[in-house]
């Protein structure tokens, strides 16, 4: 992954943030340094997966993070781009596994849900099933979601019978990136493990000392895995935010869009205005009404939030 550098700089991945450190992959090791205070000043806060520069000096007892790299992708619940450290969870993903299990979490607004936020963060989506021991009937499953959203490869897998799984393979290239993302309790630990061959707890354990003599445990938030690909498992992803996504709303539901450009009026509703494109595309068959109830819904959604972020909740 890294050209070995000798000189006062290393290359370097986050691999953990912590309260005032960041935990950094760098070159045959991995340590814990401060930001510098330019950066600080400048309120540019690393991410897990992002890459630094960290000054190197020995003698003078001085390791610090003083560059961010441009992130390729960036995991988000605010605007994109923003080196705040607030908005952001992880940058530089090539690919966002959204898990999902056969059963009650199996929603399709869910799922579109996380393609926003996925697709707003400029990385690669694909849908895993997981649990597909658990299903009689996958195939019809997997049409089923074909049918209601396009160009997205599905893979059903089942992580604890290890069936399926040689299908992430081709995501986990050399130099790749990925993540699982959820709800809870659909197998993204399991699914890990089952794709490391080992338990997060174990290999992800970092022991430090905490500066006062005592040794804490964290557990790192970015494994590199023995095929040079490296895997993100942060806690935070759980509280993802839709209203990150407003500008991938136009490209989950582009053909809504298409429609509404030929209503009558520039701001229809869609609801009740004559010439409605919308409504008559409803009408014909050609765009069914529950994929317009979620496109209103999550419109509702992004509006929402935007108040609440607005007003500071
Ligand atoms: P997470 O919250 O998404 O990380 O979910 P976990 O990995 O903790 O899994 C939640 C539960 O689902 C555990 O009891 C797992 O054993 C179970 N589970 C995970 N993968 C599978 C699977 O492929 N098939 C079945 N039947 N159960 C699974
Ligand atoms: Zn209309």
Redesign the pocket.
Known sequence: LFVKYEGPYLPGRICTVQKTRFEVIIPGDAISVPLSGALKSQKMYPVVGDFVVILNQPESATRMIVAILPRRTVLSRGGAGDYSGKQELAANIDTVFI?T?PGSDMSISRLERYLLITRSSGAQPVIVI?????CSDIPTLVKMINSEIRDIPVIP?????KTGLDHLNPYFDSGKTVI?I????????????ALTGKTLQTTGEIREDDGKGRHTTTVRHLLTLPDGSSLIDTPGLREIRIWTAGESVAETFDDIIEYATRCRFTDCSHNNEPGCAVRKAIEDGVLSHDRFTRYQKILKEISFEREKADIGL
Do not use: H, I, Q
């Open positions: 898990v299990e997981n649990k597909s021991d658990t897998v089942s992580a604890t019978e699982f959820g709800s809870s309790g659909v197998g993204k630990s399991t699914l890990t493990n």
